[in-house]
Nanobody, 124 residues
Framework: QVQLTESGGGSVRPGASLTLSCASS????????MGWFRQAPGKEREFVTA????????YYSDSVKGRFAISRDVDKNTVYLEMNSLKPEDTAVYYC?????????????????WGQGTQVTVSF
């Protein structure tokens, strides 16, 4: 069983930055991918970003492209989500996800492992 441990959420004002982290309990291998989803109240969980571990390829939703950046520390089996220019509409619970989604990294059902979620609130 893989455990994902998230940290870094909080409450900030619009325009601020936050960085989330997610550590995996086991070493990564093959076509492993890690990513982030978010779920706002009353809405479905949505894809934010993901990274394939073998080649570092990254993917972003249109709503965060240019503002958010996913990165990794291979030695620590950890993925980071740097969020810049935060907007009120970014308010949500952010979930780390990991697994073997293949080429299509966007469906939440493609990931077998999930973190507990961390709240990000952006408000005046």
């Amino acid at each position: 069983q893989v455990q994902l441990t998230e940290s870094g959420g909080g409450s900030v004002r619009p325009g601020a930055s936050l960085t989330l982290s997610c550590a995996s309990s086991r070493n990564t291998w093959g076509s492993w991918a890690m990513g982030w989803f978010r779920q706002a109240p009353g809405k479905e969980r949505e894809f934010v970003t993901a990274m394939h571990w073998n080649d570092g390829s990254t993917y972003y939703s249109d709503s965060v492209k240019g503002r958010f950046a996913i990165s990794r520390d291979v030695d620590k089996n950890t993925v980071y989500l740097e969020m810049n220019s935060l907007k009120p509409e970014d308010t949500a619970v952010y979930y780390c996800a990991a697994g073997f989604p293949g080429d299509d990294v966007r469906p939440s059902g493609a990931y077998a492992y999930w973190g507990q979620g961390t709240q990000v609130t952006v408000s005046f």
